[in-house]
């Protein structure tokens, strides 16, 4: 797979989750970056694809990966890339 993409899911009931998934989308759209939302509610292989990309079996929302590198997990910061990667 090539690009960015930001794994996420559309079904959570975190507050946190859907925090980071909004300040991820939101940063790379007023930055004019272009990437694939990935919902891994709508397949367990989805969801194991990121949790394998991330190299950990409980990896939740949202992962980030460029291409087949993983990015990161984004947790805050004032831009994507300042934050912390878990």
Do not use: F
């Not at 990309?53 to 949202?62: D, E, H, I, M, R």
């Amino acid at each position: 797979m090539s690009g960015l993409r930001v794994y996420s899911t559309s079904v959570t009931g975190s507050r946190e989750i859907k925090s980071q998934q909004s300040e991820v989308t939101r940063i790379l759209d007023g930055k004019r970056i272009q990437y694939q939302l990935v919902d891994i509610s709508q397949d367990n292989a989805l969801r194991d694809e990121m949790r394998a990309l991330a190299g950990n079996p409980k990896a939740t929302p949202p992962q980030i990966v460029n291409g087949d590198q993983y990015c990161g997990v984004w947790a805050g910061g004032s831009e994507v890339g300042g934050g912390r990667h878990l």
